[in-house]
């Protein structure tokens, strides 16, 4: 089990940007896989981004695509989401996760077996 405590989230203008950061304890860090979800209000959590142990898979939802870059620390214990042309729909709880599966790039809640508690991000139009 790995414990992760989100931070960075806040109030910004359409256009802004936000750098979320995730600090992961746990000496087998650098084995999981982690990721970004969110949930806006009146929607289920959803997908944002994940990315493997190595860094060298990285994937992302499409509404997200180009404006959000999910990177990792493994020396830090820490997983960052740098979010720039921020719009009023990526308003939400985001939540950071880890997956301890050894293979391919999970993107299902399911895959993921811890989470922290979530960081609120508001964008204001």
């Known amino acids: 089990q790995v414990q992760l405590v989100e931070s960075g989230g806040g109030l910004v203008q359409a256009g802004g940007s936000l750098r979320l950061s995730c600090a992961a304890s746990?000496?087998?860090?650098?084995?999981?896989?982690m990721g970004w979800f969110r949930r806006a209000p009146g929607k289920e959590r959803e997908f944002v981004a994940a990315?493997?142990?190595?860094?060298?898979?990285?994937d992302y939802a499409d509404s997200v695509k180009g404006r959000f870059t999910i990177s990792r620390d493994n020396a830090k214990n820490m997983v960052y989401l740098q979010m720039n042309s921020l719009k009023p729909e990526d308003t939400a709880i985001y939540y950071c996760?880890?997956?301890?599966?050894?293979?391919?790039?999970?993107?299902?809640?399911?895959?993921?077996?811890?989470w922290g508690q979530g960081t609120q991000v508001t964008v204001s139009s």
């Open positions: 990315i493997r142990w190595s860094g060298g898979s990285i």
């Open positions: 996760a880890a997956s301890s599966r050894s293979w391919g790039l999970p993107h299902r809640e399911v895959e993921f077996g811890s």
């Open positions: 746990g000496r087998t860090f650098s084995s999981y896989a």
